[in-house]
Every structure is written in structure tokens, then in C-alpha cells.
């Protein structure tokens, strides 16, 4: 099980770096689908429905892939939404310039003082905590972030709030997250 999940982790990382030019925020939220497993699917309101199989973990969550073909969670970040791409090879939580601002940093203040090799190049990144990231039930405490000053047009939702839950694993249909 953890070698599928490391399989397809490094396909979907491929796939990011092959087609993260052509990403656009604009293509809007697609609406949450329920599948046979019958969990929360992660979206701006999560719809909630349980079968017996699941009161062992009732906070499992699903995030659809989505037409291009990408897990896209709508997370709450400090109390804001934030839509982030699902990405198991960004090593921590990656934050744009604007989403940042958002949830109340002040870009001026901060020392972009690491350097990080992005799919478009290399750039620097100020590392802040987030005080709580959340997708649909599955909530994270203190999770560290890089906000790039530039390179990227979407922020990612890397490893260090994936490797913080109990498991994660894809389905040919879903992303399926175990706090």
C-alpha cells in the first residue's frame, strides 16, 4: 500500500512539473462528488454522508481529483479559505504573495532569506508558522510554511500538513485524508 502511494505520489509530482504553466486559479471550485467509501468531500461546504464502514474514523476526508486530472483542496488557513494543489513533493506548506496577504502577512516585514527551487525556477521564501490548516475534517496545528516572493501562480499544500496526518491515499478518483 505505502509503495502505491509513493508511486503515484511521484506521478502526480511529475505531472505538476510537467503542466504547472498551464495552471490557472480561474477554473473556479468543481462541484464535490461522493463515491462508494461514503466520506466528508473537502469542499467549501463539505457534505457529509457515512455508511456504516465508517464510524470506525468518522473524520476521514475525500478531495475529488479534478477534470485536469490534480487534487485541489479548499482548505481553511488561519480562518480563511485558501484553494492549494495538492502536492506530495513540496516538502512544506507553500503560500503566493497574494494568498499570503490574504491571511494577514505583511510581505514587507518578512525576510525572504531561503532559497527554493520552484517548477518555474529558483526563488526566494520567508518561512512563517500557520497557527491551523484545515481540509474538510482533517485540521493541522503550527504548520510551517514558505511564502515565495515569486515563481509560482497557485500555493501548494505539501508535506509538512500531509506528513502530520495519520495516512493519506489516492484513489483513482479521490485523495483520501486520515486525521
Same mark, same amino acid.
Given at each position: 500500500?505505502?509503495?502505491?502511494?509513493?508511486?503515484?505520489?511521484?506521478?502526480?509530482?511529475?505531472?505538476?512539473?510537467?503542466?504547472?504553466?498551464?495552471?490557472?486559479?480561474?477554473?473556479?471550485?468543481?462541484?464535490?462528488?461522493?463515491?462508494?467509501? &461514503? +466520506?466528508?468531500?473537502?469542499?467549501?461546504?463539505?457534505?457529509?454522508?457515512? &455508511?456504516?464502514?465508517?464510524?470506525?474514523? !468518522?473524520?476521514?476526508?475525500?478531495?475529488?481529483?479534478?477534470?485536469?486530472?490534480?487534487?485541489?483542496?479548499?482548505?481553511?488557513?488561519?480562518?480563511?479559505?485558501?484553494?492549494?494543489?495538492?502536492?506530495?513533493?513540496?516538502?512544506?506548506?507553500?503560500?503566493? !504573495?497574494?494568498?499570503?496577504?490574504?491571511?494577514?502577512?505583511?510581505?514587507?516585514?518578512? !525576510?525572504?532569506?531561503?532559497?527554493?527551487?520552484?517548477?518555474?525556477?529558483?526563488?526566494?521564501?520567508?518561512?512563517?508558522?500557520?497557527?491551523? +490548516?484545515?481540509?474538510?475534517?482533517? =485540521?493541522?496545528?503550527? +504548520?510551517?510554511?514558505?511564502?515565495?516572493?515569486?515563481?509560482? =501562480?497557485?500555493?501548494?499544500?505539501?508535506?509538512?500538513?500531509?506528513?502530520?496526518?495519520?495516512?493519506? =491515499?489516492?484513489?483513482? &478518483?479521490?485523495?483520501?485524508?486520515?486525521?
Amino acid at each position: 500500500m505505502s509503495k502505491s502511494v509513493i508511486v503515484l505520489g511521484s506521478a502526480v509530482v511529475s505531472a505538476i512539473a510537467a503542466c504547472f504553466g498551464m495552471l490557472s486559479l480561474s477554473d473556479g471550485f468543481r462541484s464535490p462528488q461522493t463515491h462508494a467509501t &461514503s +466520506v466528508v468531500v473537502a469542499s467549501p461546504v463539505a457534505s457529509e454522508t457515512r &455508511s456504516e464502514a465508517d464510524t470506525a474514523n !468518522p473524520h476521514t476526508t475525500a478531495i475529488p481529483k479534478a477534470a485536469d486530472g490534480h487534487f485541489w483542496a479548499n482548505a481553511v488557513v488561519n480562518s480563511k479559505a485558501v484553494r492549494l494543489l495538492v502536492d506530495t513533493g513540496a516538502t512544506v506548506v507553500v503560500l503566493t !504573495p497574494a494568498d499570503a496577504q490574504r491571511l494577514g502577512f505583511d510581505l514587507k516585514t518578512l !525576510p525572504f532569506d531561503h532559497t527554493v527551487s520552484t517548477a518555474n525556477g529558483e526563488t526566494t521564501a520567508a518561512l512563517v508558522n500557520l497557527a491551523k +490548516v484545515g481540509v474538510g475534517q482533517s =485540521e493541522v496545528r503550527n +504548520v510551517d510554511a514558505l511564502i515565495v516572493k515569486d515563481g509560482l =501562480e497557485t500555493s501548494l499544500l505539501g508535506m509538512s500538513y500531509l506528513g502530520r496526518l495519520s495516512r493519506f =491515499e489516492a484513489t483513482p &478518483s479521490s485523495l483520501i485524508l486520515h486525521p
